[in-house]
């Protein structure tokens, strides 16, 4: 370390923070009103836990982790809660009390429930004012570029996000699902956020903005077709057969488009289009109660006019902690009780019975986002 007059320089450091690795150059800065911090940070593994603090979640308190005994009360807190989305207020005094320059990258992060790969973040703090310009994340073989502007002069933040998703690959998003190792496509996707609060929930809450999705051309196994369509010997067979060489079938698109006022995401345009089905979908989720109202139709007349392709919509439902798939209570019964019984099977098929194949009209809707 090194000090010239009010500045000191801690250079070519390397140590642990937390269940992280962390090295570089930092400078801090004590000749005006307010602290200066400079910081050049690497990382080459990441403990995803580590940046939870940063928006206001709990971090995990497993046997592996480190976290003293607030940490632990404050998890439990949050394990116990029926909200996802984090409560715990900025400390705005902080936020005022010094200004930073600070640029940090890691190659890795530990995420085992996430499948991101990397982080770039530069992070500009002056006068109250927040702006994290790039904060970057490999995810699942693609991206997420995003910069984060967040204005804390006030009583009340003012913070505004912008996002691109772009190649996320499907079957690296969830790559311990069964069904999705025989899936293939790239996600993308725009957000554009403003709002209000001194908390994520509080922020996402009271947000007003768009939020787009999409998924380009890509294909998924014949056994989630089979289970869509409830064509129960075909899925049987693939069951037995543990899915091995299932021909593909191909998606075309895969699109969402919502409006977003006062929290309330408002499909403008919801819609999954396959050679064998083509779903639409209708409805809003709300960012500040954490609940889900969507409800999915399967459209045209099915290929097959057995009595187990009984059309019938799907309702989702719930809380973003605890969702809800069911069929629409207004639908024919066989399909709903059919669907039960894929229940103990597995949730994706139960998710699944109320979709029908079908042919349907090439509508490529998601390419937009999927490049």
Same mark, same amino acid.
């Not at 804390?152 to 691109?164: E, F």
């Not at 790239?186 to 922020?203: F, P, V």
């Not at 014949?222 to 409830?230: D, S, T, Y």
């Not at 919801?270 to 089905?277: E, G, K, Q, R």
């Given at each position: 370390?090194?000090?010239? %007059?009010?500045?000191? $320089?801690?250079e070519?450091?390397?140590?642990?923070?937390?269940?992280?690795?962390?090295?570089?150059?930092?400078?801090i800065?004590?000749r005006?009103?307010r602290p200066?911090?400079?910081?050049?940070?690497?990382?080459?593994r990441?403990d995803?836990?580590?940046?939870?603090?940063?928006v206001?979640?709990?971090?995990?308190?497993?046997?592996? #982790?480190?976290?003293?005994?607030e940490?632990?009360?404050?998890?439990?807190?949050f394990?116990?809660?029926a &909200?996802i989305?984090?409560?715990?207020?900025?400390d705005?005094?902080k936020?005022?009390?010094?200004?930073?320059?600070?640029?940090?990258?890691?190659?890795?992060?530990?995420a085992p429930?996430?499948?991101v790969?990397?982080?770039?973040?530069?992070?500009?703090?002056?006068?109250?004012?927040?702006r994290?310009?790039?904060l970057?994340?490999?995810?699942?073989?693609?991206?997420i570029?995003?910069?984060?502007?967040? !204005?804390? $002069?006030?009583?009340?933040i003012?913070?505004?996000?912008k996002?691109?998703?772009r190649?996320? &690959?499907?079957?690296?998003?969830?790559?311990?699902?069964?069904?999705?190792?025989?899936?293939?496509?790239?996600?993308?996707g725009?957000? !554009?956020?403003r709002g209000?609060?001194?908390?994520?929930?509080a922020?996402?809450?009271s947000?007003?903005?768009?939020?787009?999705v999409?998924?380009?051309?890509?294909?998924?196994?014949?056994?989630?077709?089979?289970?869509? *369509?409830?064509?129960i010997? #075909?899925?049987l067979?693939?069951?037995?057969?543990?899915?091995?060489?299932?021909?593909l079938?191909?998606?075309f698109?895969?699109?969402? !488009?919502?409006g977003?006022?006062?929290?309330?995401?408002?499909?403008?345009?919801?819609?999954?289009?396959?050679?064998?089905?083509?779903?639409? *979908?209708?409805?809003?989720?709300?960012?500040k109660n954490?609940t889900?109202?969507?409800l999915?139709?399967p459209?045209? &007349?099915?290929?097959?006019?057995?009595?187990?392709?009984?059309?019938?919509?799907?309702?989702?439902? *719930?809380?973003f902690?605890?969702?809800?798939?069911r069929?629409?209570?207004?639908?024919?019964?066989?399909?709903?009780a059919?669907?039960?019984?894929? *229940?103990?099977?597995a949730p994706?098929?139960?998710?699944?019975?109320?979709? #029908?194949?079908?042919?349907?009209?090439?509508?490529?809707?998601? %390419?937009?986002?999927a490049?």
């Amino acid at each position: 370390m090194r000090r010239d %007059g009010d500045v000191w $320089r801690y250079e070519k450091f390397s140590g642990t923070a937390g269940d992280s690795d962390l090295s570089g150059t930092a400078e801090i800065d004590l000749r005006n009103k307010r602290p200066f911090l400079r910081a050049d940070l690497a990382s080459k593994r990441l403990d995803v836990d580590d940046l939870a603090g940063f928006v206001g979640a709990p971090p995990k308190t497993g046997s592996t #982790e480190s976290a003293n005994a607030e940490q632990k009360k404050q998890s439990a807190q949050f394990a116990d809660s029926a &909200r996802i989305l984090p409560t715990t207020p900025y400390d705005l005094s902080k936020l005022r009390a010094m200004d930073a320059q600070v640029r940090w990258r890691a190659q890795r992060i530990n995420a085992p429930s996430w499948p991101v790969d990397d982080m770039d973040a530069a992070l500009t703090l002056k006068d109250g004012l927040l702006r994290l310009d790039p904060l970057n994340f490999g995810v699942a073989g693609g991206d997420i570029r995003s910069t984060i502007h967040m !204005d804390a $002069r006030n009583a009340v933040i003012t913070p505004q996000l912008k996002a691109g998703i772009r190649g996320i &690959r499907l079957d690296q998003l969830c790559p311990d699902a069964t069904l999705a190792k025989q899936a293939s496509g790239a996600i993308g996707g725009e957000l !554009d956020l403003r709002g209000r609060g001194n908390s994520i929930a509080a922020m996402l809450g009271s947000a007003d903005g768009a939020i787009g999705v999409g998924m380009g051309r890509g294909h998924v196994g014949n056994l989630i077709m089979e289970l869509a *369509g409830l064509d129960i010997a #075909e899925s049987l067979k693939y069951l037995l057969n543990k899915d091995r060489q299932i021909p593909l079938r191909y998606i075309f698109g895969d699109f969402g !488009d919502f409006g977003v006022q006062d929290g309330l995401m408002q499909s403008r345009a919801l819609a999954f289009d396959s050679t064998d089905t083509i779903i639409v *979908g209708e409805g809003n989720i709300s960012l500040k109660n954490e609940t889900l109202d969507l409800l999915l139709r399967p459209r045209p &007349r099915p290929k097959d006019r057995s009595i187990l392709n009984l059309r019938s919509p799907l309702r989702i439902g *719930g809380t973003f902690k605890n969702p809800s798939f069911r069929p629409d209570v207004k639908a024919p019964g066989v399909r709903g009780a059919i669907a039960v019984a894929l *229940g103990s099977i597995a949730p994706p098929a139960a998710l699944l019975a109320t979709f #029908e194949p079908g042919p349907g009209k090439d509508s490529d809707c998601g %390419g937009k986002y999927a490049q």
